[in-house]
Structure formats: C-alpha cells, structure tokens
C-alpha cells in the first residue's frame, strides 16, 4: 500500500480545502513553527481511526474543526480523505481506495470508503495487520522513539505484532473461543433438557 494522498477540509488550520501529495520515496515538509506540519499527521491519525483527542494534541474531539482565525469564521465540520494506491493488500484487486473522515460540531462523525458510508470498525478492520493503524509504526511522532524504547516489553511486542501481522489471527482467535464458550453453554443447558426428560 502507498499513501498517495491527504486532501483536508476543515481540519485544524486547513481552513480552505488542503491537497498535500506524497512522491516516492522521501517526502519533507518545511515551514515555521505553528504554521500546521505536525497537524498533516494528525489528520492521516485521524482518518485511521483515532479516537482520542489528546493523541490530536486537543482536549474534545470538536477541537479538530477549523476554529477560526483573523477575518475567517469557524467552521462547521472538519473533512479528511487519504487516497492509497496499490491498495490490493487491503481490499482484493484493489488499485486506488479513498478513506475518509468526517465530524460536525454536533458530535456526529461519520466514515466513507470509496464514498461509501462504513463503519469505525470496518476502517480498524481495513488497516489491521497492514502497519498503517492508527496505533502503527506507520507515524512515528516526536517523542515516539523514546517511548518504544522504554516501553514494557509487552508493550513493544504487540508493535512487533502488528508489523508481523499477527494481530488479525489473535482477533479471530478470541472471536472464536468465544463463540466456543457460549456453544458450551448451550450444550449444557441441551444437557440438561435431555437430562429432565428421560
Ligand atoms: P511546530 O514546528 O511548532 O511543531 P507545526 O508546523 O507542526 O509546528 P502544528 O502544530 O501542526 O504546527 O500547527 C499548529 C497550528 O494549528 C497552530 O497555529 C494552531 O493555532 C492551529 N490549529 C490547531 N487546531 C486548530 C483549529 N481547530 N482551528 C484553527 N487552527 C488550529
């Protein structure tokens, strides 16, 4: 997969619609201090699923709606769409897929691939195993590398994990003893109809 794009709308100082394109290889991006680099992360965090404000450098997760500036009045929604190509790792046969996000002032937030409205779950789902989730390799901030290192050893493991893309097989794996569990229940309850009758 290979994030060819990050078109943003209403995200943070993107006050106008923002088209950022990403080459091969090494992409930079210069400016001042304060004048928005770090909030072209966040926006791609945000897309893939990030549900925590302070993980956006906000305290609600309305503060990533453009909030106005001299001469410029807020705005009502924030918008984020990231275009992939060579997607076929994450939908079969895929070659371009859009993934966007988008939230109101209102609180209501909503998803779309390929324009088509999803679910939060079904974005996780999309990205997991892949490097690219939201708590992927994928964006290592400022202050992450730190972090990694001293994290705990069960921390570290479950980056490793997702890098080796076991993560997917430990999901279906509680999904199913799940499943098996309730299965024994329901066996012991046939168990016991059977044992009343006779
Ligand atoms: P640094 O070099 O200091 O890390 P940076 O270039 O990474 O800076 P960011 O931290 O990405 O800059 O951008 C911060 C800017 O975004 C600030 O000017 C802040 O006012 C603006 N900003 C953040 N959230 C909003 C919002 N909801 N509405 C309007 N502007 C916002």
């Known amino acids: 997969v290979y994030l060819k794009g990050v078109t943003a709308y209403g ?5 106008d619609k923002t088209h950022v394109t990403f ?3 090494v992409t930079a991006i210069v400016g001042p201090n304060g004048s928005g680099k770090s909030n072209i992360t966040d926006a791609i965090r945000w897309v893939l699923g990030e549900q925590s404000a302070r993980n956006l450098r906000g305290a609600r997760m309305e503060d990533v ?21 060579e997607a076929g790792q994450l939908i079969d046969g895929a070659a371009e897929i859009e993934v966007t996000r988008r939230l109101y002032r209102s609180g209501e937030s909503e998803y779309f691939l390929n324009h088509n409205k999803v679910r939060l779950k079904d974005i996780t789902e999309l990205f997991l195993d892949t490097g690219l989730g939201k708590e992927a390799f994928s964006i ?12 705990k050893p069960e921390d570290r493991r479950q980056l490793i994990e997702e890098a080796a893309g076991v993560l997917k097989y430990k999901k279906r794996k509680k999904e199913t003893e799940s499943k098996l569990s309730e ?12 044992f009343d009758l006779e």
């Open 65 to 85: 709606i453009f909030s106005g500036a001299e001469n410029r009045q807020p705005l009502n929604y924030a918008e984020v769409t990231l275009k992939l190509d």
């Open 140 to 151: 290592i901030s400022q202050g992450k590398v730190d972090e990694i290192l001293n994290a």
């Open 183 to 194: 299965t024994v229940g329901n066996l012991a309850r046939v168990n016991d109809i059977i």
């Open 23 to 25: 080459g091969r290889g």
């Open 11 to 15: 995200f943070k100082s993107f006050a």
